[in-house]
T-cell receptor
Framework: AQSVAQPEDQVNVAEGNPLTVKCTYS??????LFWYVQYPNRGLQFLLK??????LVKGSYGFEAEFNKSQTSFHLKKPSALVSDSALYFC?????????????FGTGTRLKVLA | DSGVTQTPKHLITATGQRVTLRCSPR?????VYWYQQSLDQGLQFLIQ???????AKGNILERFSAQQFPDLHSELNLSSLELGDSALYFC?????????????FGPGTRLLVL
């Protein structure tokens, strides 16, 4: 079965420091991986995706993610965190086995950037 | 703004009642997905429509149903509501629903069943 895991419920980082939000995946076939961010009382906003090609994917708001096939990971990174980055982050994998292509989401990681 | 709209934003109702949630996809998108976000279950896929036809079902209860209309907007109907149905309901849309496409999410409808 296809799945993603976000091992950390919460990540705290000081403003200006680099941040990493971890995601590991388990898929059969090619992985299609996505990161979304959810601010309070808002919907999910798309940040970036990995389909194929370069292992380093650049996305919105200065975020990037590194795809690592050998470690089956897709960690979200940002070189310098902002207080406004504080939100709930979801990693998702596309389900390519059932014909729906629905998202399978991780449990989410709450990022707190401290001033 | 993703271009996906959902109404209403909030809904408070009683157990046993029936409600309808509405979603308008981005212009040109044919595929609509419904997801439920709850504290204990996280984000779960409910159902998908493509160009008016049901394409796939996920963890959707029999008390729940959905449809997609000719103008491509979609409605999620929840009936015989229970306390445990309280959650945030999102719809998302994409162009054709293929695996490489990004799904764009609406702001959600927060349902509270009392």
């Amino acid at each position: 079965a296809q799945s993603v895991a976000q091992p950390e419920d919460q990540v705290n980082v000081a403003e200006g420091n680099p941040l990493t939000v971890k995601c590991t995946y388990s898929v059969s076939g090619n992985p299609y991986l996505f990161w979304y961010v959810q601010y309070p009382n808002r919907g999910l906003q798309f940040l970036l995706k990995y389909i194929t090609g370069d292992n380093l994917v650049k996305g919105s708001y200065g975020f990037e993610a590194e795809f690592n096939k050998s470690q089956t990971s897709f960690h979200l990174k940002k070189p310098s965190a902002l207080v406004s980055d504080s939100a709930l982050y979801f990693c998702a994998v596309r389900d390519t086995t059932s014909g729906t292509y629905k998202y399978i989401f991780g449990t989410g990681t709450r990022l707190k950037v401290l001033a | 703004d993703s271009g996906v709209t959902q109404t209403p934003k909030h809904l408070i109702t009683a157990t046993g009642q029936r409600v309808t949630l509405r979603c308008s996809p981005r212009s040109g998108d044919l595929s609509v997905y419904w997801y439920q976000q709850s504290l204990d279950q996280g984000l779960q896929f409910l159902i998908q429509y493509y160009n008016g036809e049901e394409r796939a079902k996920g963890n959707i209860l029999e008390r729940f149903s959905a449809q997609q209309f000719p103008d491509l907007h979609s409605e999620l109907n929840l009936s015989s509501l229970e306390l445990g149905d309280s959650a945030l309901y999102f719809c998302a849309s994409s162009d054709a629903g293929g695996p490489k496409e990004t799904q764009y999410f609406g702001p959600g409808t927060r349902l509270l069943v009392l």
